[in-house]
Every structure is written in structure tokens, then in C-alpha cells.
């Protein structure tokens, strides 16, 4: 976003609580206090998302409308917790994007109910170990989401929208 001109990114760390005192309200792209919160790897336990999406809405509370809205969840895949699709529901349609960090391949089992939920996308990526493929994959999600196209990550090229509006399956 910084180098497409910028836009406002907030960031809510989240386990089984999301602590205000942990979340950040959207800020500008290029201040150094999105990037430090970006930094933070808090051990919050658990897995509720519905509590991350409702720090996202009190974030966002206020702000302007013509803004386009568009979250990241990233977890493990192992527990959806409890109201997930209530949460996803008091949100924009399609606007929050799920990356699911699953080395078992199958949310432990659970994979047809995290599909069954109205996400704006759905990504899987086997392990938190390649930074820079995390940082790109969430990087092509966002731009997707508010019409920007990244260059491919290997070419420079620009890439071609994905086949299915709803799905980015990132290669393996």
C-alpha cells in the first residue's frame, strides 16, 4: 500500500482475547507505529476469532464511509471459536480474508466449516517460517480486495485476477 500511494492498515493481535491495549486503529501506511505493531508476536492463547473481528469494528467505528474495508485474519485453523459467522456478519460483506497457516492440510479436520463461512477469500499457507511468502501473500489478498494487482512474485509481472473471485490459492 505505501508504495501504490499509501491508505490507512490498523493492526488487533488476538488469541483468546484481542486486548485494546494490542490493537491499533488504522493508521497512515508509513508510520513507524503500524510497523511496530506489526512486529509484536504476543502469546494470547486460544483461538476466538469472533473476539478479533469485534476489535475490528470498534476500531473502525467512525470512520469515514467510502473507505473500503478489508481485514486479514490469520490463524492456525484449529478452532473456529464461538459467533464467527455472527462477527463476519456485523462486517461488510466479503471483506474480511481468511489465511489459514494449517501445516495439517485440512484445519485438523475442520475445513468445510471455515469454507462454509462468507469470507471475502480463503488462503492456506503450510507454516509461518517463510516471512517474506506470508508478507506477499497477504500483501496480494489486500490489493486484490481494493482493486490493486501486485507484480508476480517471481516475473515482475502483473498478475492476472484469480479464477475464482473468492478463493486465492497461492502456489505451493
Known amino acids: 500500500m505505501h508504495r501504490h ?13 484481542a486486548p485494546a491495549s494490542m490493537a491499533l486503529a488504522p493508521l497512515p501506511v508509513y508510520r513507524g507505529r503500524l510497523r511496530r505493531g506489526l512486529r509484536l ?13 469485534a476489535r475490528v469494528r470498534k476500531l473502525i467505528r467512525g470512520t469515514g464511509s467510502g473507505r473500503t474495508l478489508a481485514v486479514l485474519l490469520i490463524t492456525d485453523g484449529q478452532d473456529l471459536g464461538v459467533g464467527l459467522e455472527q462477527a ?5 460483506a466479503r471483506s474480511v480474508h481468511l489465511t489459514l497457516v494449517d501445516p495439517s492440510g485440512d484445519c485438523w479436520g475442520q ?13 492456506r499457507l503450510a507454516n509461518l517460517g ?6 506477499w501473500e497477504s500483501g496480494t489478498v489486500i490489493a486484490r480486495s481494493i482493486g490493486l494487482r501486485l507484480p508476480d512474485r517471481t516475473s515482475g509481472r502483473t498478475q492476472r485476477p484469480s479464477a475464482s473471485p473468492g478463493e486465492h490459492r497461492p502456489e505451493a
Open 111 to 123: 475445513e468445510a466449516a471455515w469454507r462454509e463461512l462468507p469470507w471475502g477469500s480463503f488462503t
Open 41 to 53: 508476536q504476543p502469546a494470547l492463547g486460544g483461538t476466538q476469532p469472533a473476539v478479533a473481528l
Open 5 to 17: 500511494g499509501g491508505g490507512r492498515a490498523g493492526v488487533v493481535h488476538w488469541g483468546d482475547a
Open 88 to 92: 463476519l456478519a456485523q462486517l461488510p
Open 130 to 135: 517463510d516471512h517474506k511468502r506470508l508478507a
